[in-house]
C-alpha cells in the first residue's frame, strides 16, 4: 500500500512541463471567458432597458461606462490582492528569521 502510495505521488511530480503550460494557458483562458461573460450579464442588466434594432447613446454611455468601471475594479482587486500576498510573504519570511 505504501509503494502504490509513493508511485502515484511520484508521477504527480513528473508533470510534462509542455501539459503544465497548455493547462495553464487553458485555464486562463476559461477565466478571462467567466470574466467577459461576468461583465457581460452585469453591463446588459444595468443598461438594457429594452432591446431594439439599435442601441441608443444613453445605453451606449452606459456599456461604455459599466465596462470601464468592471475593468477598473477587477484591476484594483487583483493589485490588491498581489499586494496582500506580496505582505504576507513578507511578514512570513520576518518570521522565519
Do not use: Y
Not at 441608443?56 to 461604455?64: G, W
Amino acid at each position: 500500500m505504501d509503494s502504490s502510495s509513493s508511485s502515484s505521488g511520484a508521477g504527480l511530480g513528473a508533470v510534462d512541463p509542455q501539459l503544465q503550460h497548455f493547462i495553464e494557458v487553458e485555464t486562463q483562458k476559461q477565466r478571462f471567458q467567466q470574466l467577459v461573460h461576468q461583465m457581460t450579464e452585469l453591463c446588459w442588466e444595468k443598461c438594457m432597458d429594452k432591446p431594439g434594432p439599435k442601441l441608443d447613446s444613453r445605453a451606449e454611455a452606459c456599456f461604455v461606462n459599466c465596462v470601464e468601471r468592471f475593468i477598473d475594479t477587477s484591476q484594483f482587486i487583483l493589485n490588491r490582492l498581489e499586494q496582500t500576498q506580496k505582505s504576507k510573504a513578507v511578514f512570513s519570511e520576518s518570521l522565519s528569521d
